[in-house]
């Protein structure tokens, strides 16, 4: 029998994972001594606050703790976070009903989208997005309708152009679309919206019947104007929306894999029936330490968050130094870049490649978040201020020893070929 995965159904909806391209490129160049400085994976850097370490560690002396937790989260959690929303976004949510632990929301967004799939059915995303967004309702056996939805890294999206097409996919979809996925601040494009921009959106799926599943994972991290809201701030969003937030990048706790999917209580049940049959849920310990962490003092959050702000702030001001000019983002820990001029004939995977060649540091290239997304890369806000200077220092001696703009690679059959070795089209 063969060996290759490609064979099987599911697998075959799945173009190659682009940025594995990339990482392979890092792990050569490191094992060949270079020091890349890896601003590509949203990974933090930062360890996880002690008070939350120290409750883990606690708890988990307890051997009572190591048997099978809960796949819907111990009580204590899920009541820690109903109390955050109500603290945060003044949303009262039943915890029994209206909230669900997730292992990270990664997995929850995965979950949900094979809880309520039927082959076939349509689902509205954004693009350029995470690739789990679309990635986990084809593996559900979905077809995907992707929204252009703007690039310029750190801005609003336009609401009418956003409306437009979001009436022009639910009349030319059919079946009618069973879902729209959401995600602001947007990971990658740094895009922020308010309560206004959701409004009209919710009015819509509900006319249609549309559910709205809202990646709210970066509600924390922001630095500049009013903190990111919850659709469930619309009274009447709780009808067709289901919210999904993390502890990942909010307390510095991505390895832990601790999520939560709170809002309409039809789709938290069918999480957690889906949940029920795949999971034990998170082990305990790492659970009662998650609700320590949203119960305890809230400075560490704080103190991460200006973090970001001063590392976005050294980024953004050496690249513009380096004759790079990309927008300052007002949350999330990315900048969306836009490929400079010079450059912009090779599109982002191969720009992505040259820059880790020449300035030795490892970005996201766009087309890995979608087609429209092939114009910019991501750079990730995980380096320290001292790595990230060391960093715009490097692209900027890679860009006045590069100024004819990677003339070598202009060829169309040279970015044709890489693309193909990507499984890109």
Request: charged fraction near 20%; hydrophobic fraction near 45%; include cysteine.
């Given at each position: 029998m063969s060996s290759d995965s490609s064979e099987f159904h599911r697998i075959?909806?799945?173009?190659?994972?682009?940025?594995?391209?990339?990482?392979?490129?890092?792990?050569?160049?490191?094992?060949?001594?270079?020091?890349?400085?890896?601003?590509?994976?949203?990974?933090?850097?930062?360890?996880?606050?002690?008070?939350?370490?120290?409750?883990?560690?606690?708890?988990v002396q307890n051997p009572k703790t190591h048997r099978y937790s809960n796949s819907r989260g111990i009580p204590g959690l899920r009541r820690a976070h109903a109390a955050y929303y109500k603290r945060r976004f003044n949303v009262d949510l039943d915890p029994e009903t209206e909230t669900i632990v997730t292992i990270g929301s990664k997995e929850g967004l995965a979950n949900l989208a094979n809880a309520i799939t039927s082959p076939g059915d349509t689902i509205l995303v954004p693009n350029p997005s995470y690739p789990i967004h679309p990635f986990g309702f084809v593996l559900a056996g979905a077809s995907i309708r992707h929204l252009p939805v703007g690039t310029e890294g750190g801005k609003s999206p336009d609401l009418d152009a956003f409306m437009n097409q979001l009436e022009r996919a639910t009349r030319h979809s059919v079946p009618k679309p069973l879902a729209l996925v959401l995600n602001y601040p947007s990971n990658p494009t740094a895009q922020v919206v308010g309560l206004d921009f959701y409004r009209p959106i919710v009015e819509f799926c509900r006319k249609h019947q549309i559910y709205i599943l809202s990646d709210l994972a970066y509600s924390e991290i922001y630095f500049e104007g009013e903190p990111p809201p919850?659709?469930?701030?619309?009274?009447?969003?709780?009808?067709?929306?289901?919210?999904?937030?993390?502890?990942?990048?909010?307390?510095?706790?991505?390895?832990?894999?601790?999520?939560?999917?709170?809002?309409?209580?039809?789709?938290?049940?069918?999480?957690?029936?889906?949940?029920?049959?795949?999971?034990?849920?998170?082990?305990?310990?790492?659970?009662?330490?998650?609700?320590?962490?949203?119960?305890?003092?809230?400075?560490?959050?704080?103190?991460?968050?200006?973090?970001?702000?001063?590392?976005?702030?050294?980024?953004?001001?050496?690249?513009?130094?380096?004759?790079?000019?990309?927008?300052?983002?007002?949350?999330?820990?990315?900048?969306?870049?836009p490929i400079p001029p010079q450059f912009a004939h090779m599109g982002s995977l191969e720009f992505s490649k040259l820059l880790m060649q020449e300035a030795k540091v490892a970005v996201s290239p766009g087309i890995g978040f979608g087609e429209y997304g092939d114009g910019h890369v991501r750079l990730g806000l995980v380096e320290n201020v001292h790595r990230i200077r060391q960093a715009t220092r490097n692209i900027k001696e890679f860009f006045r020893s590069n100024a004819a703009g990677g003339a070598a690679s202009e060829d169309p059959e040279v970015r044709k070929q890489l693309y193909k070795e990507a499984g890109l089209p």
């Open positions: 075959k909806r799945l173009p190659p994972y682009v940025f594995a391209e990339v990482n392979a490129m890092k792990a050569r160049a490191r094992a060949a001594g270079e020091d890349i400085i890896d601003l590509g994976m949203g990974n933090p850097d930062q360890p996880t606050p002690q008070h939350i370490v120290d409750k883990l560690v606690e708890t919850s659709i469930l701030e619309i009274p009447e969003a709780r009808e067709v929306s289901i919210e999904f937030t993390s502890m990942s990048k909010t307390y510095s706790m991505a390895g832990w894999r601790i999520g939560f999917a709170s809002g309409n209580k039809k789709l938290v049940a069918a999480l957690a029936r889906i949940k029920s049959y795949l999971d034990y849920g998170a082990f305990t310990p790492i659970q009662v330490a998650a609700a320590h962490a949203l119960n305890g003092p809230q400075d560490c959050v704080d103190q991460i968050r200006q973090m970001y702000k001063q590392r976005r702030d050294v980024l953004i001001e050496g690249l513009a130094q380096a004759g790079w000019t990309v927008p300052s983002p007002a949350a999330s820990m990315f900048a969306w870049a």
